[in-house]
């Protein structure tokens, strides 16, 4: 049987791959649709997400919400949301070569099961550890990148944003664009179908393509290859 992200957050949940496992208040898996378009990938839980179990819950995460709703048009539970890190590390610090190794696994299957087409990386870490790249994110930032078959969105992490002067700052604006390019890679990877015209309709063929049929052909998605499911990173 295959095993569905549930069932993925379950077993995650009583993580010990690595020493986060004895300071952390409980994993923080992600939160989310399993079946998203789009998913955020942040760097690892803070305090308010390691008491809540659910990334992005601070004020970090109500800017993310924000932009969401005000850019992209969709609440938290129509994206996925999570980190690369599943357990707050201690104060904070930043994530430990051996930790990163240990968590990869959980990232991997998440994409895996939810093949989103866009993955919007938030901040240095994520996106230097998703797109394997030494260049931080204000050259990252601004395009988007192949990966996978998916696309991937660079932006700052929200975080940063907050830290730097908010909505006043140049970063905010260009945050803000990162946001608009979401949406508008969307709109590429998704376009609205074409509006039927009248004289369309009036022909059989554009009725018969309109009308449903009692025996659809359902073509399915292209699933990666196992291999590549394994070496996303
Ligand atoms: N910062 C992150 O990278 N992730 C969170 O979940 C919260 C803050």
Redesign the pocket.
Known sequence: MTRTLADVAVEAADCTKCRLAEGRTQV?FGVGNADADVMFI?????F??DKQG?????A??QLLTRMLDEVLSVARQDVY?A?VIKCRPPGNRDPQEDEIESCTPWLVEQVSLIQPRVIVT??N??TKFVLQTAQGITRMRGRTYPWHGRTVVPTF???AILRGGGESSRQFLEFRDDFELVRETLVTLNPEPEPVTEAEAATSGAVAAAAPTSDPVIVPEAEPAPEEQLELF
């Not at 942040?42 to 803070?46: D, R």
């Not at 659910?54 to 601070?58: H, K, N």
């Open positions: 923080v942040g760097e690892a839980p803070g308010h997400e659910e990334p992005f819950v601070g970090a995460g949301i980190n938030l901040g870490f994520a992490h929200p975080a």
